[in-house]
């Protein structure tokens, strides 16, 4: 939903995007009111002087926050409140609606500081500036933060920057990002591997605001490169040569239990299929991706496919994944990187019971980045529009700081 007033006025300027909550937080006249008064100066009608000389600002809070509460850009979410400082006050930035993602650029060469991003509701490109993007790729997003290699997350809404000692991993990582531990504090988790493959792998964890990382060795074999996904301080990872989901305690590093294979499986057919397990409103979903034969690289058109489990865990404790093809009103977003749930009903643009795929494909020419839409019922796929040559990841706009 967006507002409009009731005179056909020039539309605002697009706010300076790194200053966005700056704006939020001024006190100034109302521009809107005073230039519905100035338009009337010029002979506007009796009722646009009517409208003109009423005072908006005496609006309820309960209406404003209706209005607010539908407000899932969050570019118009600043401009609400910038309106004047009765609005802002009734919609304190706590109660920020839910945002539809962003896709964000990963600019190889980012010699200018400047990091875009693209709105798929409004087809509008948000520039946003940083010196500390000089030559710095984003790696990627975590919650409202772009990762900035593997010591530095940085929110470009409100700049809030966080630094993280080094650390030596000595082989390869699997980023998890930041998460609340069960006392609320913030975390953020790295899983390392080693190198050689003489040790199994380990929670990496290190607390905001800290100058060391703990570390948890976990009672896993996975092997170099398996993901994991961290839900309800439980970490999931899916072992592809055997298929089974093993689940550890990620506060004792403990295996808590293991989920057996898919009906089906076979190690030949997950050769090229990427896992995503993710949290949707207290149910665990797996997604199994199944790219063509060449990998997920390789393809012009979607010849991708895939399964949706939802996690079963049984009085007794025993635990199997169960194929669904409904997931009500839902929607799944996945990138290269990582996956997130959201509620359709919560947005005007979003379908339900769908899957919002954001990956990196090569035509046989040049790469580019292509956004569909999957059905999951029966399966169709629409291509959406993306700006951007090399996207991969989405971007969940927060203006609070973790």
Known sequence: MHLSFPLHLPPFKT????????????????????????????????????VAERDWTSLPPEVLNLFAKNLTEISDFVRFRAVCTAWRSSTPVTDLPPQFPWIIEMNLFNISGLVRFHSLPLGKVY?????????????????????????????PLNNHDVFFPPYNFHGYYHWIGPRRNRMGEPV???????????RGPRLVSCHFGQDKW???????????????????????????????????????????????????????????????????????????????????YAHFEFDDWFDVYRLNVSMCGSACWVKVHNIGHQALFLDKYSGFVLRANDFAGIKKNSIYLLSR????????????????????????????????SWFLPRLLSF
Request: charged share 20%; with cysteine.
């Open 15 to 50: 706010l300076p995007s790194t200053k966005i909550s700056r704006v939020a937080a001024t006190s100034k006249p109302d521009p809107p009111i005073a230039m519905l008064r100035f338009w009337c100066c010029l002979g506007g009608t009796e009722e646009e002087k009517q």
């Open 214 to 296: 703990s570390e948890l060795k976990l009672d896993s074999d996975c092997i170099n490169c398996e993901p994991f996904f961290y839900i309800n301080h439980m970490l999931f990872n899916v072992q592809k040569f055997t298929g089974v989901t093993k689940v550890t305690d990620a506060a004792t590093g403990n295996l808590a239990y293991v989920v057996p294979p898919v009906e089906g499986y076979s190690p030949e057919a997950t050769q090229h299929s990427s896992d995503y397990i993710l949290d949707a409103s207290g149910d665990i979903l797996r997604v199994s991706l199944h790219h063509g034969p060449f990998g997920p």
């Open 361 to 392: 494909v090569y035509d046989g020419q040049a790469p580019f980045s292509r956004v569909e839409r999957i059905d999951i019922e029966t399966g169709a796929s629409e291509h959406l529009p993306c700006p951007f040559n090399d996207a991969q």
């Open 188 to 198: 953020l988790h790295v899983i390392a591997f080693d190198s050689l493959g003489c």
């Open 127 to 155: 520039t946003f500036h940083n010196p500390q993007f000089v030559c710095n790729r984003p790696v990627g997003q975590s919650d409202g933060y772009i990762r900035i290699g593997l010591n530095r997350l940085l929110n």
